[in-house]
């Protein structure tokens, strides 16, 4: 059951603002089934641009109900029903303000038409309600007014409800009190990634990469940085879609991988540090450097030439390694060679790696 309200407010500061119209249509997912249409008497001035925009104004509130007398009524109508409005942040956040006032604790699940709208009828030029409903044919009368934007919203919702045909789009699209939709969500960007070494990248709804990050078992990383309390943490948690990750076998690739992907991709909610870049050289000219690979079976290795990194590749044949121009053939290479140098040098300094092979290139091994 739905319950499809909009309120209008005498605007003012955030949170400070008063109802003065509401309309709220109980609909069974075919019929409205109960209504209820009032004003409201704010106790309070009404914004000017508020009465030009709505047309209600003080004087016709002077009889009408406080809202503590219509409280009742609306917590009756509402009452195991999912709130529906467009932009209902706004309508949800008024009602609870209003009740708050109280001392009671109003809390119903959500739906919002504009963020379904914009799943179910993409690419429209605008998700006003008034441009909205008129692309769509859907006649509104008294616009800014209460029960003609809520009686709209209604025909709207049904035609939305029409449109998703899976019937998953809406059911995971409300905002549950016990936030049991987010939960999901979480639980299985948790259970996406492995419990091995390497690299995460937490990604938005457009695919793009916000956050970057490591560790030698990334399933519980990730789950680290989704239980965190910070606000960097939970504004990634929130935006975050899907996660992708690389696994790398090893601590040095991972670092590698880790530092150049923040050099390169500059994810958004990354405290990105700036690195001191050494530029000594190695104790070789050419080096071939061999760790663990990702499985038993496999080697990791990071091919130095001249000085420089030139990349990494797995191998999992011994002549892969022994012959360098088949090794190069198979790295991926690596373009900030100053920063994989740095990264490289300093990791040598404190851990070891499985092997080191020096060659001279006149002999090719």
């Known amino acids: 059951m739905y319950a499809i309200l909009d309120i209008e407010t005498t605007g003012g500061k955030f949170n400070?603002?008063?109802?003065?119209?509401?309309?709220?249509?109980?609909?069974?997912?075919?019929?409205?089934?109960?209504?209820?249409?009032?004003?409201?008497?704010?106790?309070?001035?009404?914004?000017?641009?508020?009465?030009?925009?709505?047309?209600?104004?003080?004087?016709?509130?002077?009889?009408?109900?406080?809202?503590?007398?219509?409280?009742?009524?609306?917590?009756?109508?509402?009452?195991?029903?999912?709130?529906?409005?467009?932009?209902?942040?706004?309508?949800?956040?008024?009602?609870k303000t209003e009740y708050k006032r109280l001392g009671y604790d109003f809390q119903r699940n959500t739906l919002c038409t504009v963020a379904l709208s914009k799943k179910l009828i993409p690419d429209q030029p605008?998700?006003?309600?008034?441009?909205?409903?008129k692309s769509l044919g859907i006649p509104l009368s008294d616009r800014h007014r209460a029960s003609g934007d809520a009686l709209a919203t209604v025909q709207l919702f049904k035609l939305l409800l029409e449109k998703d045909i899976d019937k998953e789009i809406i059911q995971?699209?409300?905002?549950?009190?016990?936030?049991?939709?987010?939960k999901k969500k979480i639980k299985g960007l948790i259970e996406s990634v492995p419990n091995s070494e390497g690299v995460f990248y937490i990604h938005n709804e457009d695919g793009h990469v916000i956050f970057l990050g490591r560790g030698k078992n990334m399933q519980k990383e990730v789950g680290k940085l989704f239980l965190k309390q910070s606000?960097?943490?939970?504004?990634?948690?929130?935006?975050?879609?899907?996660?992708?990750?690389?696994?790398?076998?090893?601590?040095?690739?991972?670092?590698?991988?880790?530092?150049?992907?923040?050099d390169t991709l500059k994810p958004k909610y990354n405290l990105i540090r700036k690195r001191k870049i050494s530029e000594n050289k190695f104790n070789h000219d050419h080096l071939i450097l061999i760790d663990k690979g990702r499985i038993p079976e496999e080697n990791a290795v990071i091919l130095i030439e001249n000085n420089e990194v030139l990349g990494y590749a797995?191998?999992?044949?011994?002549?892969?390694?022994?012959?360098?121009?088949?090794?190069?053939?198979?790295?991926?290479?690596?373009?900030?060679?100053?920063?994989?140098?740095?990264?490289i040098k300093n990791y040598l300094a404190k851990n070891k790696v499985e092997k080191i092979i020096r060659y001279q290139i006149e002999n090719n091994l």
Do not use: W
């Open 16 to 95: 400070e603002e008063g109802i003065t119209e509401i309309a709220i249509y109980k609909f069974d997912g075919q019929t409205v089934v109960d209504q209820f249409i009032s004003l409201v008497n704010p106790e309070k001035e009404i914004q000017e641009f508020v009465v030009k925009l709505t047309g209600i104004n003080n004087k016709m509130l002077r009889n009408a109900p406080k809202f503590y007398e219509v409280a009742k009524r609306i917590i009756e109508i509402t009452e195991d029903c999912i709130l529906v409005a467009h932009n209902s942040a706004f309508d949800y956040r008024v009602l």
């Open 126 to 133: 605008s998700y006003s309600l008034g441009k909205l409903t």
């Open 172 to 182: 995971s699209s409300i905002k549950f009190i016990d936030n049991r939709n987010f």
């Open 231 to 262: 606000k960097r943490a939970q504004k990634v948690s929130k935006l975050a879609q899907s996660v992708s990750f690389e696994e790398t076998g090893n601590q040095l690739l991972t670092r590698l991988k880790y530092y150049l992907g923040l």
């Open 314 to 343: 797995y191998t999992n044949l011994s002549y892969q390694e022994n012959q360098i121009n088949i090794l190069k053939n198979m790295l991926t290479f690596i373009e900030n060679k100053l920063l994989a140098k740095s990264i």
